[in-house]
């Protein structure tokens, strides 16, 4: 499953699978023709007070994501679509700011990307018999 992110600003590609923009506000300067968008999320975006706190100040960065991904547990239901349209082709999300390191599609990812439906299936380890099945090994009786 691919998650990239890109400003809206820049030319939408074949290779962005499903567009979604982020942003809890529309971007200026952009028409909703222009931006070639598959869905737009604004509940997805952080809130007016949280948005109003970070004012993309880098050094507020830990914080701001540590907030975020707190809104972002009270909308499952949203970050479950987005799993979902992952499951089938690539996504975009898109992002109105100017800083490319530290905005709200930045942490969004990372949080879509420790989703457990995310994770790689795990490839059971190879042990001894018992082991594996959580058995434990008795030790021989002795004579």
């Known amino acids: 499953m691919k998650v990239s992110i890109k400003r809206i600003y820049e030319p939408p590609a074949k290779s962005d699978g499903f567009r979604v923009l982020v942003d809890r506000l529309w971007p200026r300067g952009i028409s909703k023709s222009d931006a070639e968008l598959d869905s737009w999320l604004p509940d997805l975006g952080p809130s007016a007070t949280l948005r109003q706190w970070f004012n993309h100040d880098p050094a507020k960065w830990t914080g701001f994501c ?7 547990a009270k909308k499952m239901n949203l970050l479950s679509a987005l799993i979902e349209e992952a499951q089938t082709k690539p996504i975009t999300l898109l992002y109105s700011a100017k800083d490319e390191r530290h905005n709200q599609a930045v942490a969004l990812r990372s949080v879509l990307l420790k989703h457990p439906r995310f994770s790689q299936p795990r490839v059971p ?19």
């Open 66 to 72: 540590r907030r975020y991904q707190a809104e972002l």
């Open 125 to 143: 380890l190879k042990t001894t018999a018992g082991i594996a099945s959580g058995k434990k090994r008795r030790k021989p009786r002795s004579p």
